[in-house]
C-alpha cells in the first residue's frame, strides 16, 4: 500500500479522534472529580450551534470556538448546580441536559439560519474553514505513518496538549490532587480542608465547555452545517464510553479516541478492500464497545478493578 | 414506464368548465387517463382543451369542492434549507400560490414514522380533506388511516400501497443522474469516481449504475474525439462507499473525503440528505484540488458554488398541482404516479411532451451553458446534454437501453455488469421491474452490491 495513502487516512482518522479526544477529556475531568456528565451530546450539539452562528457572524472560527465554550459551560453550570447544590441523581440531571441541548442546539440552528444569518451566510463557509487547515511542519509531514501527527490542524495539536496537560494536571500538581481526592473520597477531602463544591463546579464547568469545543470543532472542521439538524449524532455517547475505556486516564484517552476515530475512518477505508458488507460491522465497534464499556461500569467490582473514582456519580452532602 | 397507458391520455382539461375558470388556472390542464374517466360516467359536462375552443362532451360525476379544501402535509424531516422535506415544502408552497384561496394547507414537519398515525389523526382533527405523507416509512400507517377514514384522501409518496382512498407517487431521478454522469465522465480528469451511498437498495443502487452509464457516455465521447485512448478506459474506475444511513453530515464528509484522499476520485456524486459531500469538493477546491459534486433533490450550490456542477431535483409542486386539480375538480381517484423528466399533465401542444417532476438544471443557477463552461465542462458535453434531455422528455431515448450500449461498445454487447456478464441485451430496455428490484452493479464500479 502506498505510503502516501497511509498517512491521508491518518490525518482523516486524527482528525475525527481529535472530536473524540476534546470531549472525552472533558468527561475525565469532571468524572474525575465525581460527577457524571451524560448530557455530552447535549452539550456537543450547543457548542455546534454556538460556534458556527459566532463564527459566521464574525468571520471567525476562533471566535466560534470560544463561544461554544462558553455556551456549553453555561449549560453544564446547570448540571453543576442539580447534582453539586441540590444533590440531584447525576444521571437524571445528565440526561435532561441531554434532551435540552439537543433540542435547543438543533431549534436555535434552524431560527439562525433563518432568522440571523441568511443564506448569505453560507458563502463565509470556505473562510472559517481556512482557520483549520492543516499546518504541515516541512520536512516532518512527509515521513511515512509518523507524518500524519505533523500534518494536522491547530485544534488537534490543541487535543493532543490538552491531554498531556490534563495527565500532568492530575498526577504533578496538587490541584489534581484534590481533584482526584474529591472524586474518590470527597468526605476526607473536605475534612483536608478541600472545597469539594468548589472543585466540582470548576470540572464540570470546564469539563462541559471542553464538549462544547468538541461540537464546535466537529462542525466547522467536519461538517459545516446550518441547518435545523442534529449534527453529533451519537458522537457523544461515544465519548462518554470513551472515558471508561480510558480507565479515566488523560493519555489513554489520547490513545482511545484515536483509536474510535481510525474505526471510524476505516470504515469507509475498507470498503474499497473488502466491499461494503464485509466492514459493516466496524461501523457497530464504537457503539458495541460502548453497551460493553457502560455494562461494565455499572459492575460494582469491576468498576472498582479498572480504577473508577470511588465517589463517582454520588452527591457528597456533609453530614 | 407507463407509456402505455399514457399514450391514451386525454388533451385538454376535465372539469373545464367547473373549476378551470374560477382556479384562475389559465392556460392550465389536467389531464387523465381516458379509462379512469369512464369508470365514473354519471354526469355530461364541458371540457375546454386549454382555452382553446375546442370543446369535448364528456361525461364524469364531479362533485367540485365546496368552500376550501384543506390539505395536510407531514414531512419525516425539518423542512430545513435543502434536502428531501425541503423540497416537498417548497411543492406545498407551490401550489398553495396556484390555488390561492382555494386551498389552505397545513404541513407538520419531523414527525418519526412511528408517530406518523398520531399526526395524521391529528390533521384529520383539524379539518384536513387531503392528506401528503411524504417518508416511505409511512406507508403502512398511512394504509391503515385510509381505511379508517374513507371519506378522506390521502397520498403517499414512494411507496407501493394503494387503496380506493389512497394513491401513491414518486418522482424517479435516474435519469437525471445519468445526465449528471455525462457531465461527470466529460470533466473528470483522473477518471476515478466516487459515489457516497446511503443503502444498498434498489433505488440508490439504480441512481448509482444510471450515473455510471452517463460516466460512460461522457468518456465514450471524449474517447472519439481523440482525447483519451483505450488504454485510459481500461484505468477507469468508479468507487461507492456505503453510510448505511440517510443522514448522517460528519459521515458522508469523511466517506467523500475517503473517496478523494484513497482513489484520487475527482467527481462525487450522493445519496445523503445534505450538502456535506458537496462542502467536502469545496473544500477540495479552496486548496486547489478539482473535485466536483452535485446538488441532490433541492438546489445546494450555495454550499460549494465553486464545485457544483448540476444536480438531481424534483419539483413535487408541479405533482402536487397534478394531483389537488383532481380533488378541486371533485373527482378524485387513487393513483399511481411515477414522474420521470418530462412525464406528468401532457400539454395541448404535443401530448407525448410533459412537464416532468425531476430535472437536473435549476433556473437559479443562471444560464447552463454559461455556468458549465466556466467550470471547464467541455461545450459538446452540454450539447449532448441538452439533445438528450429532449430524447428523454419525449421518450425516445432512455438510458436503459441494450443497443445503445452494444452500438457505443461493441465488445460490452448491451449493458454490461461488474463481471461483464450482458444483463440487458441489444433490443432490450430495462423495464420498470428491473429497475426497481436491481441488485447488481454495471461495469466499471470496484466494489460489489453489499449483500443481505
Not at chain 1, 3 to 23: C, M, R, S, W
Not at chain 1, 41 to 53: P, S
Not at chain 2, 42 to 61: M, Q
Not at chain 2, 359 to 365: G, R, V
Amino acid at each position: 500500500m502506498n505510503l502516501d495513502l497511509i498517512n491521508l487516512f491518518l490525518i482523516q482518522a486524527l482528525t475525527i479522534g481529535t472530536v473524540y479526544l476534546i470531549a472525552t477529556l472533558g468527561e475525565v475531568l469532571s468524572e474525575r472529580a465525581g460527577v457524571v456528565n451524560l448530557g455530552l451530546e447535549g452539550l456537543m450539539e450547543i457548542g455546534a450551534t454556538v460556534a458556527i452562528i459566532v463564527a459566521l457572524i464574525t468571520e471567525n472560527a476562533w471566535l466560534g470556538i470560544l463561544a461554544a465554550f462558553v455556551a456549553a459551560a453555561a449549560l453544564a453550570t446547570v448540571h453543576a448546580f442539580a447534582t453539586v447544590s441540590l444533590k440531584l441523581n447525576q444521571f437524571a440531571s445528565g440526561l435532561a441536559i441531554y434532551i435540552f441541548g439537543v433540542g435547543i442546539g438543533v431549534t436555535f440552528r434552524g431560527y439562525a439560519r433563518d432568522v440571523i444569518l441568511g443564506p448569505q451566510a453560507l458563502l463565509k463557509i470556505p473562510k472559517i474553514k481556512a482557520a483549520f487547515t492543516s499546518i504541515k511542519i516541512p520536512g516532518l509531514s512527509n515521513i511515512p505513518v509518523i507524518g500524519s501527527l505533523f500534518s494536522l490542524d491547530v485544534m488537534a495539536y490543541f487535543g493532543l496538549f490538552l491531554g498531556i496537560l490534563l495527565w500532568f494536571i492530575f498526577y504533578r500538581t496538587r490541584t489534581g490532587l484534590n481533584i482526584r481526592s474529591v472524586g474518590e473520597n470527597p468526605a476526607a477531602a473536605d475534612a483536608a480542608g478541600i472545597n469539594v463544591f468548589r472543585l466540582r463546579y470548576i470540572t464540570t464547568i470546564i469539563g462541559g465547555g471542553l464538549a462544547g469545543v468538541a461540537g464546535g470543532y466537529l462542525i466547522i472542521k467536519i461538517a459545516t452545517q446550518i441547518a435545523g439538524e442534529t449534527v453529533i449524532l451519537g458522537r457523544g455517547w461515544i465519548a462518554i464510553a470513551l472515558v471508561i475505556f480510558a480507565f479515566w486516564d488523560p493519555l489513554r484517552a489520547i490513545i482511545g479516541a484515536y483509536f474510535f476515530g481510525a474505526l471510524e475512518a476505516l470504515f469507509y477505508w475498507l470498503q474499497g478492500y473488502f466491499g461494503g458488507a464485509t466492514v459493516v460491522m466496524l461501523k457497530a465497534v464504537p457503539h458495541i464497545s460502548a453497551i460493553i464499556i457502560l455494562t461494565i461500569m455499572s459492575i460494582e467490582a469491576l468498576r472498582k478493578r479498572i480504577g473508577a473514582p470511588e465517589a463517582l456519580g454520588k452527591p457528597y452532602s456533609r453530614e | 414506464m407507463g407509456e402505455v397507458s399514457r399514450r391514451d391520455f386525454l388533451k385538454g382539461l376535465i372539469g373545464g368548465l367547473i373549476v378551470g375558470a374560477a382556479l384562475g388556472f389559465g392556460g392550465g390542464y389536467v389531464s387523465a387517463p381516458a379509462k379512469e374517466v369512464t369508470k365514473t360516467v354519471t354526469e355530461t359536462t364541458t371540457v375546454t382543451a386549454g382555452g382553446a375552443p375546442t370543446t369535448v362532451t364528456k361525461t364524469v360525476t364531479a362533485t367540485p369542492a365546496a368552500g376550501k379544501i384543506k390539505v395536510g402535509f407531514i414531512y419525516v424531516g425539518p423542512i430545513g434549507d435543502y434536502g428531501w422535506t425541503y423540497a416537498h415544502n417548497a411543492g406545498r408552497e407551490y401550489v398553495q400560490k396556484v390555488f390561492g384561496d382555494k386551498i389552505e394547507t397545513v404541513y407538520v414537519e419531523s414527525v418519526p414514522e412511528a408517530q406518523v398515525g398520531s399526526a395524521i389523526e391529528n390533521l384529520i382533527d383539524q379539518g384536513a380533506k387531503v392528506i401528503f405523507t411524504t417518508s416511505f416509512g409511512y406507508m403502512d400507517p398511512t394504509l391503515e388511516a385510509a381505511k379508517k377514514h374513507p371519506d378522506i384522501w390521502f397520498w403517499h409518496c414512494s411507496g407501493y400501497k394503494r387503496w380506493e382512498n389512497m394513491g401513491t407517487y414518486f418522482a424517479e431521478l435516474y435519469q437525471t443522474y445519468y445526465l449528471n454522469g455525462v457531465v461527470a465522465g466529460a470533466i473528470s480528469k483522473t477518471l476515478k469516481f466516487g459515489y457516497v451511498a446511503a443503502y444498498p437498495i434498489p433505488e440508490v443502487v439504480r441512481h448509482i449504475n444510471s450515473w455510471v452509464l452517463g460516466i460512460w457516455e461522457g468518456l465514450y465521447h471524449r474517447y472519439k474525439r481523440g482525447e483519451l485512448s483505450a488504454d485510459d478506459l481500461k484505468k477507469v474506475e468508479i468507487h461507492v462507499k456505503w453510510l448505511y444511513s440517510w443522514y448522517d453530515p460528519p459521515a458522508a464528509a469523511d466517506a467523500a473525503r475517503t473517496l478523494v484522499n484513497q482513489f484520487n476520485a475527482d467527481v462525487l456524486a450522493f445519496t445523503e440528505d445534505s450538502p456535506a459531500v458537496l462542502q467536502v469538493a469545496e473544500e477540495f477546491q479552496a486548496q486547489g484540488k478539482k473535485v466536483w459534486s452535485y446538488s441532490h433533490y433541492s438546489s445546494m450550490i450555495d454550499y460549494g458554488p465553486n464545485a457544483h456542477l448540476m444536480g438531481q431535483l424534483v419539483d413535487w409542486g408541479k405533482m402536487y398541482e397534478y394531483i389537488l386539480a383532481y380533488h378541486l375538480a371533485g373527482i378524485p381517484r387513487s393513483m399511481d404516479l411515477w414522474w420521470l423528466m418530462g412525464d406528468g399533465a401532457d400539454t395541448i401542444e404535443g401530448w407525448r411532451k410533459g412537464i416532468g417532476a425531476a430535472y437536473y438544471w435549476a433556473p437559479e443557477w443562471g444560464d447552463m451553458r454559461t455556468e458549465l463552461m466556466k467550470k471547464g465542462v467541455p461545450e459538446w458535453a452540454i450539447d449532448l446534454i441538452v439533445s438528450k434531455t429532449d430524447l428523454i422528455k419525449q421518450k425516445y431515448w432512455d438510458p436503459w437501453n441494450g443497443s445503445f450500449w452494444a452500438e457505443m461498445f461493441p465488445d460490452w454487447g448491451g449493458i454490461i455488469d461488474q463481471e461483464g456478464n450482458v444483463r440487458i441485451k441489444p433490443g432490450e430496455v430495462a423495464d420498470h421491474d428491473l429497475l426497481w428490484s436491481i441488485d447488481w452493479f454495471v461495469y466499471g464500479i470496484v466494489e460489489p452490491v453489499p449483500k443481505g
